[in-house]
């Protein structure tokens, strides 16, 4: 491996120093202006032997983070330092297309930390990662002005593109620096349990334990310290149960000692001492810098916070930063711990595209920044939603080209662009079995136009989280919008509309299967410009899962709750102000739904209506209204299909396919009507 540096406090007169070791071969260049920066640092080969899903593969990673651990901790002499570990990432993903991450490790420095994330993050960044040496003491100020550096540079090179800061614990701080001292740079901030209230944390106890221990029982408290502050290295642990949190924040320590104890690199237990004593001092100082200076922050932030973090109060942490930051929302990840980024089960890449987190230039584009899952990330976002298959064991019908009828989607165009247009069923309940069998029949993303209320909130209020759409956003999901709407089929999407969004999906007792579309056509003309393929669909099943008690029309006649759809409506962007009918009431609201035993959903995607070719004839208002009338009523036949059909299934209701699933195996696919 080499390693490319930033030095500081080096002569200017040493030009090279090289050093050595069993994995590594380090090439440190002393710096005295900023023309040392390296434009691209060397790629550092991660593991070259063992490239096999790393991220899936838990004993690896945490064998590989050990052994990077113990070559990084070998005391060179040298500077903090930029390597790069993505030697086996595609050179043009990386160098021509994608923004630049800088890793800010904890307060171990050695800035290994997303070992776990390499192979994700090479599809989407161009990585550099952070390294300061363990015997390295450079004071908070001049690690600031170095990592300064490198941003004003990289910015110079590259003004349209932001730099994303991804800082970690003291990493953090260190980011939150750099933003308040640079608010004319495009800065994204990834801030993982920031270590910026130290004063108040388990930590500061543990430094003051350590100030009056007797001298003899210096060395064991250096090792359980050693392990949160990254010396010799650090790994996130649940701790279960309950306790004192001092007690709990030990234990958390103690935990990795005998698991890290062997790779311990001081020869002498005063200069282990020495290290962690300033480490946790530089600690206390970047906390008090960066309080004082979190009004100067414009960057755009993402807090990564830790229910179980026993070091710092990061859900507390994060909460304060987002109500002084202007730009700043939070994820919350209540069953993990401090080191949040080496959990087995937590995915950077799904949380930074969930949070609609990832663009590459000034300003987010949905259709162009947006970055295709992998078969890992979906299976692992799916996972909470396959309860739904077995509940409501969907049945996917389409239409072929030449009209023959068959089960499953081989009537849907690999191809796009393509439009999907149908009935929205009450809570969008068909979502996720529509977007999941398309994804594992035919690997086809399905974008679906999103009500504004997934993506932003006009002021705070009683309306749920943003995180709880993340997973609607990372399969694809977009904001309505008419630019929006030609961006999607200018890219060959497959895209997916319901023409009575929010009013249909939220319909009034017994409105169950009738459609709320806008009187004149919305999306005829748009999809003719790209000679889009239409598929008029419809799905059913909705009054076999549950009966609605109280509908928007009971609710409005109460005060509590007329009160309460006020306040959630004004939350949000209202759609179709000026649109005449029934499709016009937006009111978010929440209907009162009894369950009933599960009975089955119902998919028939109709035959697919070619626009190729129409663009000039479809310029007639009239002929796109009539194309759009067609359309229209082909959603219709299809739901009245569909309903007649499903008296025809004898598995219908869950209790007769139960057997046959417990017989057959729960991912069959359970037999239905004759077509």
């Not at 282990?272 to 009004?295: C, D, G, Q, W």
């Not at 249909?504 to 393929?533: D, I, N």
């Amino acid at each position: 491996m080499r390693m490319a540096a930033i030095s500081t406090g080096v002569s200017p007169c040493l030009q090279y120093r090289h050093f050595s070791s069993t994995r590594f071969s380090f090439l440190v260049r002393a710096a005295s202006s900023t023309a040392s920066i390296p434009h691209q640092p060397p790629k550092t080969p991660l593991l070259s032997n063992h490239r096999i899903a790393l991220e899936d593969k838990t004993s690896l990673i945490m064998k590989g983070y050990l052994e990077w651990s113990k070559d990084m901790m070998i005391a060179d002499g040298g500077p903090p330092r930029w390597f790069s570990p993505l030697d086996c990432a595609p050179p043009t993903t990386i160098d021509n297309f994608s923004p630049l991450l800088l890793y800010l490790p904890g307060i171990d420095g050695l800035g290994i930390g997303l070992i776990k994330h390499h192979t994700r993050l090479a599809r989407i960044f161009n990585m550099w990662c952070f390294h300061v040496p363990v015997t390295d003491r450079t004071p908070f100020s001049e690690l600031v002005h170095l990592v300064e550096t490198t941003v004003r540079s990289e910015h110079h090179r590259s003004p349209r593109r932001p730099i994303y800061l991804l800082g970690e614990s003291f990493g953090g701080c260190l980011a939150l620096a750099v933003a308040a001292r640079n608010p004319h740079i495009d800065l994204a901030l990834i801030l993982a349990n920031p270590a910026t209230r130290l004063h108040e944390s388990q930590l500061q106890n543990l430094i003051m334990l350590l100030e009056v221990l007797p001298e003899q029982l210096h060395p064991s408290m250096v090792k359980m310290l050693s392990v949160t502050t990254g010396v010799p290295a650090r790994v996130a642990v649940t701790i279960p149960g309950s306790g004192h949190p001092l007690q709990q924040a030990v234990a958390e320590l103690f935990r990795g000692d005998v698991a890290f104890s062997s790779y311990l690199s001081f020869e002498q237990e005063n200069d282990e001492k020495e290290t962690v004593i300033y480490r946790l001092k530089i600690l206390k100082s970047a906390a008090a810098f960066v309080n004082s200076r979190l009004h100067a922050v414009k960057a755009q932030t993402l807090v990564l916070s830790s229910g179980k973090d026993h070091l710092i109060p990061s859900l507390e942490e994060s909460e304060k930063l987002r109500r002084m930051l202007p730009n700043c929302e939070i994820r919350k990840f209540n069953n993990s711990g401090h080191v949040l980024l080496l959990e087995a089960d937590f995915n950077l890449v799904t949380v930074i595209t969930g949070a609609n987190f990832y663009r590459r230039g000034r300003n987010l584009d949905f259709i162009t920044d947006f970055v295709p899952p992998s078969t890992s990330e979906f299976d692992r976002v799916y996972q909470p939603y396959r309860w739904m298959e077995v509940a409501f064991n969907p049945v996917m019908i389409s239409t072929l080209e030449n009209g023959n009828v068959v089960r499953g989607l081989t009537g849907i165009p690999s191809e796009g662009p393509v439009l999907l247009v149908g009935y929205h069923m009450m809570l969008g309940l068909e979502l996720v079995p529509l977007v999941s069998s398309l994804w594992y029949e035919r690997k086809i993303v399905l974008r679906g136009i999103a009500h504004p209320l997934m993506f932003k909130r006009l002021r705070e209020g009683m309306m749920p989280e943003l995180s709880l759409y993340d997973d609607y956003r990372f399969m694809g999901a977009i904001p309505v919008s008419a630019s929006n709407f030609y961006k999607l089929l200018s890219s060959k999407s497959h895209a997916l509309l319901y023409p009575g969004g929010m009013r249909e999906a939220l319909h009034r007792k017994g409105e169950e299967y009738k459609l709320f579309w806008p009187e004149q056509s919305e999306f005829v003309r748009m999809a003719a410009r790209f000679g889009a393929k239409i598929i008029p669909f419809g799905t059913v099943g909705e009054d076999d899962i549950g009966q609605m008690l109280l509908d928007y029309d009971d609710l409005m006649k109460i005060p509590f709750f007329k009160a309460r759809i006020a306040d959630l409506t004004g939350q949000v962007e209202k759609l179709r102000n000026d649109t005449e009918g029934e499709v016009s009431n937006q009111d978010v609201h929440l209907p009162i739904i009894l369950p009933k035993v599960p009975g089955r959903f119902y998919f028939y995607f109709g035959k697919p209506i070619e626009t190729e070719g129409k663009k000039e004839e479809l310029k007639s208002r009239e002929k796109a209204h009539e194309l759009y009338l067609e359309v229209k009523s082909e959603v219709e036949r299809c739901l009245d299909y569909l309903k007649e059909k499903r008296e025809k299934d004898p598995y219908r209701n869950i209790m007769a396919r139960l057997p046959y699933q417990a017989t057959h195996g729960f991912d069959s696919q359970v037999p239905t009507f004759d077509l």
